[in-house]
């Protein structure tokens, strides 16, 4: 799963609004982008929190200070600073949804500072709510899709493992006990994450993130399939999502090249 970033705006913010606090908090503000697009982000910090001590009311200082802590959280790795930072981030992103409960930007930050910490069901309700306050937001199906194939892919390679089968042996699970228990388990969540990748193709029909995802969970699905011949079929469907993924990145490639090109044929002008 790729890190999810925030950028901030690349236009500072004009110096309006009334009265001299406002304009010396605005004045912050355009500094401490200013640091941020230079990667100095503890600069940036500095510049946000002086525009939201200046005016506490304005979200979006707020809201650059968090992405600004935001930026400087390293996924995975493992200390009281790192820890502290996503913290810091989270209680900012916080407190502009006390002001403004559906700022979606807001909503997705937290909800991808929770995904990076692997704290999946947290994540999930995050997206679920950044999906409920932003219909067509593709990035929210995408990301429930994929926490449910990183909370089923992992049972599914552990019951596989104590059944000595290896990553390359097909399915389906023979022993009937685990099939019926991974079924019981995990058959909705993987249900629910197909149907929330169908969304965001929906959305976004040259989502290729999200056709490799549905390739993922459908070959997995077939792992607990009735009959060789049902498995054989899903890990059928399965190929044909690796084609379109495929196919589609060839296409945005071609789209990338014509636009470098300038767009093709053009008409002389006549001297």
């Known amino acids: 799963m790729r890190k999810l970033t925030l950028f901030l705006a690349v236009g500072s913010l004009a110096l309006v609004g009334s009265g001299c606090k406002q304009l010396k908090s605005r004045d912050q503000i355009n500094q401490g982008v200013t640091a941020f697009k230079g990667a100095q982000y503890p600069e940036a910090v500095e510049h946000f929190k002086q525009a939201v001590e200046l005016d506490p009311g304005f979200v979006t200082a707020r809201l650059y200070l968090a992405t600004a802590y935001m930026q400087q959280y390293i996924p995975g790795a493992d200390s009281p600073e790192n820890t502290q930072m996503a913290k810091a981030a989270m209680d900012q992103f916080n407190t502009v949804l006390q002001t403004d409960p559906k700022n979606s930007v807001a909503i997705a930050s937290i909800a991808s500072l929770y995904l990076n910490e692997k704290k999946l069901d947290d994540s999930q309700q995050w997206y679920e709510k950044l999906a409920s306050v932003d219909p067509n937001n593709k990035d929210a199906y995408y990301s429930l899709g994929f926490i449910a194939w990183s909370k089923w ?119």
């Not at 228990?181 to 990748?197: R, S, T, W």
């Not at 399939?225 to 899903?234: H, I, L, P, R």
Request: glycine share 6%; proline share 5%.
């Open 153 to 271: 892919y992992p049972a599914l390679g552990t019951e596989r493992a104590k059944l000595h089968m290896k990553p390359e042996d097909p399915g389906p699970i023979k022993d009937k006990k685990v099939k019926a228990a991974l079924k019981e388990q995990y058959g909705a969540i993987v249900d629910a994450g197909l149907k929330n990748l169908d969304k965001a193709l929906e959305i976004d029909p040259e989502y290729d993130d999200a056709m490799a995802y549905e390739n993922l969970l459908i070959r997995e699905r077939a792992d607990l399939a009735d009959s060789k011949e049902q498995y054989e079929q899903e890990t059928k469907v399965a190929d044909g999502w690796v084609q379109k993924v495929l196919a589609t990145k060839k296409l945005k490639e071609e789209k990338k090249a014509a636009k470098a090109q300038g767009g093709g044929i053009t008409t002389e002008t006549p001297k």
